[in-house]
């Protein structure tokens, strides 16, 4: 994870905003849930963290042995239609923004006109582009 992220972590985190960190073990069984391997920055996020984030950006991830915010939420979606190809890292409202597995781009959906849109060429700058808008934000 760069540098740029884990200072936003570091200077706005509080109290309960991660679930914190994940064994590999429970990483795999994500992944073979969801019969996928995570992209590498994705990965080293949950292992990391789990799932959370800073100043109101939720990222879907892995809370406990027992669950999966982003295994539950990919499968809803996968019956839907999405993509075996994605997995669901963040909803909000109308929006669902899905990470692709292989390309590692985010893809942001809307439920409406239900148009994709490759919005970030990476997790990470899927990651540092969302904390620094809601950082803007709190001012």
Not at 56 to 75: C, F, P, R, Y
């Given at each position: 994870?760069?540098?740029?992220?884990?200072?936003?972590?570091?200077?706005?985190?509080?109290?309960?905003d991660f679930?914190?960190?994940?064994?590999?073990?429970?990483?795999?069984?994500?992944?073979?849930?969801?019969?996928?391997?995570?992209?590498?920055?994705?990965?080293?996020?949950?292992?990391?963290?789990?799932?959370?984030?800073?100043?109101?950006?939720?990222?879907?991830?892995?809370?406990?042995?027992?669950?999966?915010?982003?295994?539950?939420?990919?499968?809803?979606?996968?019956?839907?239609?999405?993509?075996?190809e994605y997995?669901?890292?963040?909803?909000?409202?109308?929006?669902?923004?899905?990470?692709?597995?292989?390309?590692?781009?985010?893809?942001?959906?809307?439920?409406?006109?239900?148009?994709?849109?490759?919005?970030?060429?990476?997790?990470?700058?899927?990651?540092?582009?969302?904390?620094?808008?809601?950082?803007?934000?709190?001012?």
């Amino acid at each position: 994870m760069n540098e740029k992220i884990k200072a936003m972590i570091h200077a706005y985190q509080e109290k309960g905003d991660f679930t914190g960190g994940i064994s590999e073990m429970s990483i795999c069984n994500a992944e073979q849930k969801l019969n996928c391997n995570f992209p590498i920055e994705y990965r080293e996020f949950i292992r990391k963290y789990g799932s959370g984030g800073i100043c109101g950006v939720e990222v879907l991830g892995i809370e406990n042995e027992d669950h999966a915010s982003v295994v539950k939420n990919t499968e809803k979606y996968r019956k839907l239609g999405l993509s075996r190809e994605y997995i669901v890292i963040e909803y909000i409202d109308e929006f669902i923004y899905y990470l692709h597995i292989k390309g590692n781009e985010v893809i942001r959906w809307d439920e409406f006109s239900k148009e994709e849109i490759i919005r970030y060429e990476s997790f990470e700058f899927y990651l540092e582009d969302s904390y620094r808008e809601a950082i803007e934000n709190l001012a």
